[in-house]
């Protein structure tokens, strides 16, 4: 059924939403234009693209497009798509391409930066309206791309915010994963796990800062480490990061939630002095840290201790263990998850080796944690998809979130603020009506 922006808006309460949200594909539709026709989406990291002709695949909402490095050394953001019969020009993936992109279908050739080269037998054109000219005639480049410390992100939205500051408070931990590199870089390595999910693109938003669920989503999985680490006399890494989820919740109600415009956010726990130096690979991070900036800069760094981040419409970095959980929308009831790894450049290799076995204990698609999280998530989707109820709760704290300078803090870390500020941003991206189209090549390029 069509919605008006006055009904739309109505579907967000200060404390509740309107199940629809997350059922609805007709609301889904209007998600994909309204807001990721509109905001900042995360594309891919310079590093997949690091030479002339290098592209890598995605999808912005609905919208297939690649990342694709061209001869001037700038990064560009196209839809995947050939003007010619609008057969898909790259198959799904990485790979390169060269000098210039040909169509598979019908031999069409394109420069890197989507501009259209060349026809075969392009005299069966003459007397037509075809102009190699004419931006109708090349691969179309998205409106605006900008990079931010390597991190390319794109718009379908010829108009609006700059990227610095649709990201605000949520920039400086970006700035995080990059610094804990000695020389301020990162590189995605050791390849992408995928996931599809059957639920809702919000849901997973929301369960990134839901610190009530752990211990009894996940009740399993630590209870299991902690029956190992028993019988074993020690509790190796492996086992320790399972058995964080079994944090009594005293220690939750003591985490920061950060809520900022757009729907950003970040959850940050207490940082213990000495954890800099507890074991070797964290100690020989610190010395390398110290070596290029400072005993200092590098406690500060290393300090910054964000579990999750949450960059709406995009996904999540987690700065600790050098990860991005992409989060790309595929229907009303089903989302791909992408976990992109990263290696700080010039850190020891048992850095790197820390954030690839994080990634496959906690992220991967045999993890002994994540299918907890995946078969709730479904459950989410099917209950809500009942007449058991029209409304799902967001009332935790509510209330008592305190605004500051920068955004919106929570008085306990189990409030539920960051659902709140999430809807707050979708009724504003909703309300605010259809996306103009965005015509011609424009700019589209970065970096």
């Known amino acids: 059924m069509p919605y008006s922006d006055q009904q739309l808006g109505e579907m967000v309460r200060g404390d509740s939403v309107h199940r629809a949200l997350y059922t609805d594909p007709a609301i889904f539709e209007l998600e994909m234009q309204r807001i990721y026709g509109r905001a900042w989406v995360y594309v891919g990291h310079e590093s997949q693209v690091p030479r002339t002709g290098d592209y890598h695949t995605t999808r912005l909402g609905d919208q297939d497009v690649l990342m694709v490095r061209a001869s001037d050394g700038r990064v560009h953001v196209l839809y995947n798509r050939c003007p ?72 379908q939205a010829r108009d609006g915010q700059g990227l610095a500051e649709f990201l605000g408070g949520v920039r400086s931990s970006i700035d995080n994963l990059c610094d804990r590199s000695p020389v301020g870089e990162v590189e995605v390595a050791g390849g992408i796990f995928r996931v599809m999910q059957r639920s809702n693109w919000k849901v997973f938003y929301e369960n990134l800062h839901d610190t009530m669920h752990a211990r009894v989503t996940h009740e399993s999985s630590f209870a299991a480490a902690r029956d190992e680490a028993k019988e074993i006399g020690e509790m190796p890494f492996e086992l320790h990061i399972m058995d964080g989820n079994g944090e009594p919740y005293e220690f939750w109600e003591k985490l920061e939630l950060r809520a900022y415009d757009n729907g950003h956010g970040y959850m940050e726990g207490i940082f213990n002095p000495g954890a800099a130096e507890r074991d070797p690979v964290s100690r020989a991070h610190f010395e390398s840290l110290t070596a290029a900036y ?39 009831d089903r989302t791909l998850i992408e976990i992109q790894t990263f290696r700080c450049k010039g850190a020891p290799e048992g850095v790197f080796k820390r954030a690839m076995l994080y990634a496959n204990v906690i992220n991967s698609p045999s993890s002994n944690v994540m299918p907890d999280d995946i078969e709730l998530y479904n459950r989410c989707q099917e209950g809500n998809a009942t007449r058991g109820g029209e409304w799902v709760s967001m009332h ?51 970096c």
């Open 84 to 155: 010619h019969k609008g057969a898909k020009v790259v198959a799904d993936g990485d790979g390169c391409v060269g000098k210039f992109f040909r169509c598979p279908y019908h031999a069409w050739t394109f420069k890197l930066d989507g501009s259209h080269l060349g026809v075969p037998l392009k005299q069966g054109l003459e007397g037509t309206s075809y102009d190699p000219t004419d931006p109708t005639f090349s691969m179309r480049r998205l409106p605006r791309v900008e990079s931010y410390r390597g991190f390319v992100f794109a718009s």
């Open 294 to 332: 400072g005993a200092e800069r590098a406690r500060e760094i290393l300090g910054m201790n964000r579990h999750n981040t949450v960059i709406y419409g995009s996904g999540s970095p987690h700065t600790v263990f050098q990860q991005f959980r992409v989060i790309r929308p595929i229907a009303v």
């Open 396 to 446: 935790r704290y509510h209330g008592t979130d305190r605004r500051d300078a920068d955004g919106m803090v929570s008085v306990n870390g189990t409030s539920e603020l960051p659902m709140r500020n999430q809807f707050r941003a979708w009724k504003n991206y909703m309300e605010a009506g259809p996306v103009a189209p965005a015509h011609g090549q424009g700019e589209g390029a970065c």
